[in-house]
């Protein structure tokens, strides 16, 4: 019998050195809401999505780029000489079909190069808008996996625990999970997966953005499947795999 993968959560991306990432896929998560704005593009059309660290990277990449977007918030306000936000309702299907996306946000991006500097194989981003996508294609690998939540300048965050706890009992079957974190956030999901809604409107992050007026945002970024695309990183970009 074939020795199962295994699978592990990191909670915060203080914690991502604790793992090793060798020949693994990261799922970079971060739900409120740079992940499921980077599937919901991709779904309505965007040619990539290029996840940068820095403001000057995306301002440069900006005017480089023929067809290109630049977004970027802090504290929930477009930051100053980039054109759009982090909301995914910025990036219907008429608006960004066949354009690129250049993104920087405070966490998932930061992650998403940590991941690659620790030497991962693969980067897949993740939110509950692909969830199934998410799990069919890790089901499917037969290569470790790491969940990474972006968390919030290296707290731990509810919204990403939750997501990672629903992938977690979709594709546990596939893996060995030898993990606290693991077990910790699918029990934490199954707690609350009928009552999602009801339990985020809780979390800090929540009542961050809300203050901001994103309430839509933020009940987008609790759906599943309405953006069930995969993006995956490659050669610098994000694009559907």
Not at 7 to 13: A, D, E, N, Q, V
Not at 31 to 56: C, E, H, K, M, Q
Not at 84 to 113: D, W
Request: hydrophobic fraction near 40%; glycine fraction near 8%.
């Amino acid at each position: 019998m074939n020795k199962k993968p295994t699978l592990f959560t990191s909670l915060s991306p203080a914690l991502l050195h604790l793992f090793d990432l060798t020949d693994s896929i990261v799922v970079i998560i971060d739900v409120f809401r740079a992940t499921s704005t980077i599937a919901t593009a991709l779904y309505n059309g965007a040619a990539r999505v290029i996840p940068v660290s820095g403001v000057d990277e995306c301002k440069k990449l900006g005017n480089e780029l023929a067809g290109c977007i630049t977004a970027g918030e802090r504290e929930g306000k477009v930051i100053e000489g980039l054109q759009y936000g982090n909301s995914p309702a910025e990036y219907p299907r008429e608006f960004i079909q066949g354009k690129t996306l250049v993104l920087t946000t405070t966490n998932g991006t930061r992650l998403l190069h940590m991941a690659l500097e620790k030497g991962c194989s693969e980067v897949i981003t993740g939110s509950f808008p692909n969830l199934s996508a998410v799990c069919d294609y890790l089901m499917n690998q037969e290569k470790n996996i790491i969940l990474g939540c972006s968390a919030w300048k290296d707290k731990v965050n509810l919204e990403d625990t939750l997501f990672a706890g629903a992938v977690i009992n979709r594709v546990k079957e596939h893996f060995t999970i030898h993990d606290d974190s693991s077990l910790m956030a699918e029990e934490m999901y199954m707690l609350h997966k009928d009552n999602l809604s009801e339990l985020i409107q809780h979390t800090t992050h929540w009542h961050r953005l809300a203050a901001y007026g994103l309430h839509k945002d933020l009940h987008y970024c609790i759906s599943i499947d309405v953006a069930n695309v995969l993006p995956v990183y490659k050669n610098g970009n994000l694009v559907i795999g």
